[in-house]
T-cell receptor, first 109, second 112 residues
Framework: EDQVTQSPEALRLQEGESSSLNCSYT??????LFWYRQDPGKGPEFLFT???AGEEKEKERLKATLTKKESFLHITAPKPEDSATYLC??????????FGKGTKLTVNP | NAGVTQTPKFQVLKTGQSMTLQCAQD?????MSWYRQDPGMGLRLIHY???????DQGEVPNGYNVSRSTTEDFPLRLLSAAPSQTSVYFC???????????FGPGTRLTVL
């Protein structure tokens, strides 16, 4: 059974304080690992897709990396507007996405 | 493009009532899904469809029905609402060219 575990559950940072969110996964035949951002009261918004170990993708202050067992979402010099819940999901051989429970990030000014 | 739209935004039902959550997308995506999101549980797949006329069950399908008569629409039916179905429901469509999933704004359902 495909599984995704995200840590920490919640993270509070000061503006400019860089950190990383973790997504550990077990999946049979990884087809893709996905990161989403979700603001309160809204639907998830797509950020990145990673397909193979060693792959990295960047967008503004965010960089996602992938190994065979986990993915990291690195946040460099975060701003208050980066506050959101970040979701990780994997797609395996069944093609269905399995989501983690998310990490709630708060960036204080 | 309106993207993925969902109606209603909020709904309150009594136990045993039935209703349909509407979902539509204007991006011509074949693959569409319904999820529910509960505190501490993450997003869980209810049903999905890989094209008009084709649907399949996800992780938590009991108590829900779907149909897909057109590419654009993918309604979710609650047959006899139960308090355990109180949740936020998200519809999503998948762009297979870019492996990007687009979510709707959600429907917050309360069953009393």
């Amino acid at each position: 059974e495909d599984q995704v575990t995200q840590s920490p559950e919640a993270l509070r940072l000061q503006e400019g304080e860089s950190s990383s969110l973790n997504c550990s996964y077990t999946v049979s035949g990884l087809r893709g690992l996905f990161w989403y951002r979700q603001d309160p009261g809204k639907g998830p918004e797509f950020l990145f897709t990673l397909y193979s170990a060693g792959e990295e993708k960047e967008k503004e202050r965010l960089k996602a990396t992938l190994t065979k067992k986990e993915s990291f979402l690195h946040i460099t010099a975060p701003k208050p507007e980066d506050s959101a819940t970040y979701l990780c999901a994997v797609q395996g051989g069944s093609e269905k996405l399995v989501f983690g429970k998310g990490t709630k990030l708060t960036v204080n000014p | 493009n309106a993207g993925v739209t969902q109606t209603p935004k909020f709904q309150v039902l009594k136990t045993g009532q039935s209703m349909t959550l509407q979902c539509a997308q204007d991006m011509n995506h074949e693959y569409m899904s319904w999820y529910r999101q509960d505190p501490g549980m993450g997003l869980r797949l209810i049903h999905y469809s890989v094209g008009a006329g084709i649907t399949d069950q996800g992780e938590v399908p009991n108590g829900y029905n779907v149909s897909r008569s057109t590419t654009e629409d993918f309604p979710l039916r609650l047959l006899s609402a139960a308090p355990s179905q109180t949740s936020v429901y998200f519809c999503a469509s998948w762009d297979s060219d870019t492996d990007t999933q687009y979510f709707g704004p959600g429907t917050r359902l309360t069953v009393l």
